[in-house]
Structures are given as structure tokens and as C-alpha cells.
């Protein structure tokens, strides 16, 4: 009995400890995950992509706002947000305070779920689902989304359904996007085309990874796709990862940078055929306010370095 009720303890004690560390350590301890990609034309310049994602910001979290707009100092050549930036029905004003600096400079963004709506208590083991209620279904509170895109767009361009060209550093990009798959915005149908010729790059944008777009996407050719969304897993198992990714994306691609192709769904990356395209999905900076835990899963934003290929 006394060795049973010291491994209780010892269990219970070891729950309390992660608890703690992921709601009052992890969950702040952001992190700038960099990567180098080869997907430019060949003799293009390199340039730099900042790709934040899933702020998920409420007023008064002042430690994420002031971490976002340090990232000014990076001077990227692009700035790419992929949506879900409110956790809160007044978190429009935030968020345009904590990206201020960032709208300095030359942008994109697309909208998420949370672009719409507000959070609400939820089971977390709907996560382990992909058909669990959403947005509206939910019944979830509507969000001043009108404010939140005026005020991204007095810097960035909306990509939400929108295939468009920009010229970056000197580089000419083709960038498509879609709105949020998540809650069945995402009209890629209106959007789709084959990959420009006469661009370094095209590249796709979109919040939720689900894979009915991804593979037209990389279909089309594009060769780099930037999403958002999952969390990471949010919660993962140490040397494991990821259990879930709250869309049908595969958990090995929860995080971080991959290759995908039409049908690339549950295939590691090694098999991935010539002229697939990179993917990165960021594990974000937030989270629901009614889930404010990390655990094996920093808070993130990515610094992307474009190279020729």
C-alpha cells in the first residue's frame, strides 16, 4: 500500500507540475523558429519571410504584443499572417497595436475563425475530431472582423479568395490565397490557375491546412505554402508530438516545415516527388483564452530565408 499510494502521488504531483509549467512558463516562452528554403527561381535574390500566425490576443496580454512588435527589428522583406489574431470581442485594437510596426512594411494576411468569431468554452477532446461544431454552429459570438481587415489593410493586401502579384525585395512573387477553411470560406475554385512563369515564386496562403486545398494548390504550382491553425498539437507528447491538428492535416506536418504534393496526406516528406512544394505550417503564438496552456509545444513565429532553388 505504501508503494501504491506514493506512485499516486508522485503521478498526481508530476500532473500539477506540468500543469503549471504549461499555463504559467511555456505558454509564454515564444520563440522565432528560422528556416531556409530553396524555392525562388534560379538567380533570384534571397529574401526574408516573416510568417506569424494564431496570435489569438486579448487586451491586456501586453508580454505578446510587445514580442510581436519587436519583431520589426527583423526587417523582413514580407510579412505573411495566417489568421486567428482575436481571442476577445475587444482584441481588434491589440492586435492592430501589436502588428503596427509590422504594417510598416509589405504584408499579406488571410482571415481564420477567429477573425469572425469570439471564443467559447469547449471539451477539449473535440479537437481530437475534425467534425466537432464551428464559427457560427458553435454558437459562438461574431467578432467586428470589418474593423480588424480595415486596419490590416491600411499596410498588408487581403489574400482571402485573391490571386495576386507583388514585387518583394526586387522579386517578383505570385501570391493566391484563401478565406478559412476551417468554417467553409475558402473558395479556391474562383482562384485557381496554373503557376505564373514569369515569377520567382508563387506562393500559397491559407489558415487552415485542410488538404482539398492544399492539393490544388501545389496542383497549380505553387512552391511554397504558408498555413496556420493546428497550434502545433498545442498540447504534444514529449518525443512524440503532435495528437491532434483540429483539421485533417496529418500530425507529422502539425509543426514546422514539410513538402507536400496532391496526395500527400499521412507520407513523410522522403518520398516526396520532384517539384512538390515546401509547406510550413506555424504552430502559432496563442491560444483560446479558455485553453491558455502550452505543453512540448512553444508559442512561435517562423523567419522564412527564400533562396534560388
Known sequence: MPVLRNTALATVGAGAGALAWASLVERHWYALRRATLPVLA?????????????LHLVPRQERRI????DLAALEPDLVVNT???CSDLAAV?????????????????VLGSNDYYGPKPKNPLKYLTVGH?????????????????AGLSQGWTDLDNVRTRMSVGGVELELVGVDDPHIGLDRYADVTAPAATDVALTMG????????VLDPMAAD??????AGHTHGGQVDVPFYGALATNCDLDTRRAK????WWPGANGIPSRHAPAGAAWLNVSAGLGHSKYAPVRFACRPEASLLTLVPR
Do not use: C, M
Open 42 to 54: 534560379p538567380g533570384s535574390r534571397s529574401i526574408r519571410v516573416l510568417h506569424l500566425s494564431d
Open 66 to 69: 510587445q514580442w510581436v512588435r
Open 83 to 85: 489568421g486567428d489574431n
Open 93 to 109: 485594437p491589440a492586435v492592430l497595436r501589436a502588428l503596427e510596426p509590422l504594417l510598416e512594411r509589405p504584408g499579406v494576411f
Open 133 to 149: 461544431p464551428k464559427g457560427r454552429d458553435l454558437g459562438a459570438p461574431e467578432l467586428p472582423t470589418a474593423e480588424l481587415v
Open 205 to 212: 496562403v491559407v489558415h487552415a491546412p485542410y488538404t482539398h
Open 221 to 226: 504550382g505553387a512552391g511554397l505554402i504558408l
Open 256 to 259: 514546422g516545415v514539410s513538402r
